[in-house]
């Protein structure tokens, strides 16, 4: 249980039951506050996220490893919102992955337009464990580096909301 949260548990021979009390989930979400260049085409990139957007535990939001550190095993919604700006000569694929502990997890996909912008967006379902570091990557096929946009808040963004099951 975190501050802030009760449990009224009843135990039986087969272990505890919630049968009431009050649950908080664990939100934290991390954006990018400039532009990062160095994109390089065909090749997946780490995001430097540098800004906390919100963090109600105070210590999910890593801004000097830029990356999100889960405090509670379950289950939360995760959102990777990558943009690219720069050049493009065709409507070229980009992807925004997330990756734990290092590890490629999930993707999204969106197309980088001749106008030199674009957006992917992953958003889902992913069972975390206390501990594990989530991070985000960009990956853009234009033939080009690129750059990933950071010149409004949150159009590049990493953030976990945890579902509570309990």
């Known amino acids: 249980m975190w501050a802030g949260e009760s449990a009224i548990l009843k135990c039986e021979t087969a272990g505890w039951n919630k049968l009431g009390g009050k649950s908080i989930p664990m ?3 991390i954006y990018l ?3 990062q260049a160095g994109i390089v085409s065909g090749a997946p990139t780490v995001i430097l ?5 919100r963090d109600n535990t105070g210590l999910m939001v ?3 490893s830029n990356r999100l550190d889960v405090q509670r095993t379950g289950d ?3 959102t990777a919102l990558t943009s690219i700006t720069g050049s493009a000569t065709t ?3 980009i992807a925004s992955f997330v990756s734990v502990g290092g590890s490629r997890v ?3 996909h969106g197309v980088i337009s001749t106008q030199g912008q674009g957006s992917a967006t992953y958003t889902g379902p992913i069972a975390l464990t206390a501990g594990n570091a989530v991070t985000g ?3 853009q096929q234009s033939g080009s580096n690129q750059s990933v946009d950071g010149s409004a808040t949150r159009v590049t963004m990493l953030s976990l909301v945890e579902s509570i099951t309990w």
């Open 27 to 29: 939100i934290g979400s």
């Open 62 to 64: 890593n801004t000097a």
């Open 49 to 53: 996220y540098d800004t906390l957007d």
């Open 91 to 93: 409507n070229d694929l």
């Open 137 to 139: 990557e960009a990956y």
């Open 33 to 35: 506050a400039a532009d």
């Open 76 to 78: 939360y919604t995760v």
């Open 106 to 108: 999930r993707e999204g």
